[in-house]
C-alpha cells in the first residue's frame, strides 16, 4: 500500500503530509498552516477526499479538541437513544453529567486508541502516515453528527423533554411517529459519517478497499461501545 507524493525536481517519493522534499528541500505543495473550521465544514460536503487532504497536510490540527468534546456529548445523547429504544437503562437525572463526563472520557481514549492502531497498521503496510493525521480525520468524519447535535438535539429535547432520557414510558410510545423519524434522520447521519471515515482513510492510503475495511470497523466497535457502555446507576 503506496500514497505519495513525487518530488518535481528529484522524483524522490515523499509521504503526502511532507511540505519539502525529504531529499532535496525542494518545495512540494502549498503551505497549510491552520484548519480553517467553517471553511472544511463546507468543503466537506464538497469534496470530502480533498478536504481530508488539507486536513492531512495541515500543520496545525487546531479545533480536534474542542470538536471531540463535542462528539462526546453526541455520542452520549446516541447511546441515550440506543438505550432507551431497547430499554436498556434510563439516564438518572442525579447521574446525568457523571454520565456525560464519562462518555466524553471513552470518547476520547477510543478515537486516540483507534487512530494509534491505524497508524501502526498503515505502517505494516509500509505506509508513512502520522497519528494526528488520523486523530483528526476520525474527529472530521463526525461533522454530521456533529450537524445533528445542533439541529435535531433540541427537536429531540422539545419533542420528549425528560422522557427523552428514560424509558417510563420511552419517547416511541410518548410520540411514535416523531421518534422513529428522528431515528431515521439520525441513521442517514451516521451512515454519512460512515462514508467521510472511508473518505479519510481512502485520502490517507489512497486504497479504496482498506479504507471501506477500516471505516465498518470503526463503525462496529462504536455502535456496540455505545450500545453495551453502562449508565449510572444501573436499572
Known sequence: MKN??????????????????????????????NIDLWQTIAALIESPKETFKKI????HKNFVIFLNVLVGIKLFLISVILHSFAE??????????INLLVIIGVSFVVLSLFSYLLTKINSLFSL???????????????????MSLVILSPVHYALFGPYWFTYNPPPYIVKETEAYILLFI????????????????????NNKLYSIVVGCIFYVLLAALLYYIPFLPLS
Do not use: M
Open 4 to 33: 505519495v507524493q513525487l518530488c518535481p525536481n528529484c522524483n524522490a517519493e515523499n509521504p503526502i503530509y511532507k511540505y519539502s522534499c525529504t531529499s532535496c528541500k525542494a518545495f512540494l505543495r502549498a503551505r497549510v498552516v
Open 88 to 97: 436498556i437503562n434510563s439516564v438518572k437525572t442525579d447521574f446525568f453529567f
Open 56 to 59: 492531512i497536510e495541515a500543520e
Open 186 to 205: 439520525e441513521g442517514l447521519l451516521v451512515v454519512w459519517g460512515l462514508f467521510l471515515v472511508i473518505s479519510g482513510v481512502h485520502a490517507q492510503t
Open 128 to 146: 508513512l502516515n502520522r497519528f494526528r493525521d488520523n486523530y483528526s480525520i476520525l474527529i472530521y468524519s463526525f461533522l454530521p453528527l456533529l
